[in-house]
């Protein structure tokens, strides 16, 4: 088991028959949380099917790259990071994927994707727009809260001026950005920005689907398969 975790998180209970207008290159399982009392997307490409949910990234090759009218600072981050090797954590694919199960399913969808080394990638989508964003791209956690991106350079344990951005360059190259000063602690915790926007999503107290840990999940006796395809 690998400690790669993501899915599409609901609140309540989908049309799962509008499931089908997802492109074909992207099959599914829905599960139930019996617990948590949410619905949980798992996504995967269907010539190969996964043994074990949740550790699969969602298949891109139909969803599109470029995002929607609304978000050109998220695009613009989005380039400026390519350069500086900094755009792996910054998932586009997850962003339109959310507006897409949104669209579809009229229901507020939690995306996120968060792994052991540097993917730690969060996104809402509510009423047909993302609402809110959180992820990590090397030393800069990216915000959105639905109108302003906003990036906060994180502070290491161990400083090395010579591996960390530049962020007089970021605040010249992107002005409609708020880029704050370097002042923001740097959480080692495993799936940190995953597990505090899942809580601030769904309101749940105790952690699901093994974030948090390099154990194997505890509640997989709560996961009922309710549909797939």
């Known amino acids: 088991m690998g400690y790669l975790v993501t899915a599409h998180v609901l609140r309540e209970k989908p049309d799962l028959s509008r499931l089908g207008e997802l492109p074909k290159s992207v099959g599914f399982r829905v599960y139930l949380h019996r617990a948590a009392n949410l619905y949980l997307l798992d996504t995967f490409r269907p010539a190969?099917?996964?043994?074990?949910?949740f550790q699969t990234l969602l298949p891109a090759a139909d969803i599109p790259l470029k995002l929607p009218p609304g978000l050109e600072s998220l695009e613009r981050i989005y380039s400026r990071f390519g350069p500086l090797n900094l755009a792996n954590?910054?998932?586009?694919?997850?962003?339109?994927?959310a507006l897409l199960l949104n669209r579809l399913l009229q229901s507020p969808?939690?995306?996120?994707?968060s792994n052991d080394d540097d993917l730690d990638f969060t996104c809402s989508a509510v009423g047909g727009s993302l609402n809110r964003l959180k992820c990590r791209c090397g030393d800069l956690v990216i915000s959105f809260d639905?109108?302003?991106?906003?990036i906060a350079p994180l502070v290491p344990d161990e400083e090395d001026e010579d591996l960390l951005t530049d962020t007089a360059a970021l605040k010249s190259a992107m002005p409609e950005v708020e880029v704050?000063?370097?002042q923001t602690p740097w959480d080692t915790q495993l799936h940190c920005i995953a597990m505090e926007e899942l809580q601030a999503f769904a309101g749940i107290k105790e952690m699901i689907l093994g974030l948090g840990s390099f154990d194997p999940p505890e509640d997989e006796s709560e996961w009922r398969l309710v549909a797939s395809r």
Do not use: D, H, M, T
């Open 89 to 97: 954590g910054f998932k586009k694919s997850y962003i339109n994927a």
């Open 48 to 53: 190969k099917v996964p043994q074990y949910p």
């Open 109 to 113: 969808v939690f995306s996120f994707v």
């Open 146 to 150: 639905g109108k302003r991106a906003q």
């Open 180 to 182: 704050l000063e370097r």
